[in-house]
């Protein structure tokens, strides 16, 4: 590999979609002189709406096969359908991606399984357009029971409503909870299509190296306002190479003895807050009890929409003067307020009293998060879990 810091990160790119031989060749050549050892090309490529122009198909795979000969090296396509995979594996491709709209659907990703069962291929798995955790870690699922080894994720970003700055919202807690639920398989970030444009894929690249992902898959074109497909995202090879070099890579820990000192004074400072945090939440939340108890008894409803925007403006305000990011906490908020609904609610039907008493709840906050009584939420605290219903993941 030509940039030394990259060493160890899978790096894997290449055009959006193969167009004519020519193009694939002049994208290519400089990529694997350059040291990329796997190239992404799209032969089938889902539209969302009819009209775009949908991959050649077959027509472009002896390209591919003879190119692949010729620069010994690796190239990797998406599959959709059980023939997609026949078809590639006739011209000895056998890296192929499942794209964020297969992984959404568990039949689709079954009959993939299928037609892939027992041979020796690797799969990465983008994940679902939406942000389901599950549906990501079942594609693994479906994959692993066919006997595949050799699987890789790759984060590529959920779909947005409506126009925003990413094309997809990179809601990195997702890869990062994936992460932490298949701790050996590689994940890798697809920043071309979080950004849908060129010039801040470099952010998020950076982003995904300092999360110490495993690597990266960039979209690049010899002549990328020309390309037939994803014109505006992709990089020229000599551009790609650039933003390699201009990426920091971090290691998996501290190593130096004074470090890991410091940082285990810093992280015990952390844990002495987080416990001040609970205590507090503990106490808003017993709080937000005692008004649900008396909205009952004064057949007043839950939700308060003037108290509500008050609440959730002036936190903004709090947010900013003290130095905070106001986006953050009104997000924390919102969380928040649907949790005190529910807490109220749960209240209003075993109607039973608040768990500690009115006033100054402290001595109850320090015995309840001592374990002393059942309240709150257990399924919300869960790092695991998937966003609770009704509530959106955090945008970055
Ligand atoms: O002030 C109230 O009425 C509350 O119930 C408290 C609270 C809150 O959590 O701040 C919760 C629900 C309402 O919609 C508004 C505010």
Redesign the pocket.
């Given at each position: 590999m030509v940039i030394e810091s990259m060493q160890d990160k899978v790096i894997i790119a290449g055009p959006c979609s193969v167009e004519t031989p020519e193009q694939l060749r002049a994208t290519v050549v400089p990529l694997v002189a350059g040291g990329i050892k796997e190239i992404r090309v799209g032969i089938w490529k889902p539209r969302t709406r009819p009209g775009s122009f949908e991959g050649l198909g077959k027509q472009a795979l002896p390209w591919v096969e003879a190119l692949g000969n010729e620069l010994e090296v690796d190239f990797t396509t998406e599959v959709a359908r059980p023939l997609h995979v026949e078809e590639a594996l006739r011209h000895n491709i056998t890296r192929f991606w499942i794209g964020a709209r297969s992984t959404t659907n568990p039949f689709t990703v079954q009959e993939l399984a299928e037609a892939m069962r027992g041979l020796k291929v690797s799969v990465m798995i983008k994940n679902p357009v939406n942000p389901d955790p599950a549906l990501w870690i079942g594609a693994v699922e479906r994959m692993q029971a066919m006997g595949i080894e050799d699987i890789r994720l790759i984060h590529r970003g959920f779909s947005n409503y409506s126009d925003t700055f990413y094309r997809n919202s990179p809601m990195w807690q997702l890869p990062i909870s994936l992460k932490t639920h298949f701790p050996d398989l590689p994940m890798l970030c697809d920043p071309s299509h979080i950004c849908g444009r060129r010039d801040t894929l470099a952010q998020v690249a950076q982003m995904a190296m300092d999360l110490n992902f495993d690597g990266l898959m960039v979209e690049t074109h010899h002549q990328p306002d020309a390309a037939w497909s994803d014109a505006v995202q992709q990089l020229t090879p000599e551009a790609f190479f650039a933003l390699l070099k201009g990426l920091r890579t971090v290691r998996e820990a501290v190593e130096s003895w004074e470090a890991k000192k410091i940082l285990q004074g810093l992280r015990d400072a952390i844990d002495a807050c987080d416990r001040e945090l609970m205590e507090a939440l503990l106490r808003?939340q017993n709080l937000?009890k005692e008004?649900?108890l008396l909205?009952k008894k004064h057949g007043v409803a839950?939700?308060?929409?003037e108290?509500?925007k008050q609440?959730f403006a002036s936190r903004a305000e709090w947010a900013e003067a003290a130095g905070l990011d106001a986006a953050f906490v009104q997000h924390m908020y919102e969380l928040?307020?649907v949790h005190?609904?529910k807490t109220?609610e749960a209240a209003l039907q075993s109607g039973g009293p608040p768990s500690s008493p009115p006033g100054s709840p402290k001595n109850g906050v320090k015995a309840q998060l001592n374990g002393k009584t059942k309240d709150g939420d257990q399924k919300d605290s869960n790092p695991d879990s998937s966003p609770a219903e009704g509530e959106n993941p955090a945008e970055e």
């Open positions: 808003r937000a008004v649900g909205k839950l939700f308060q929409r108290r509500w609440v928040i307020h005190a609904l109220q």
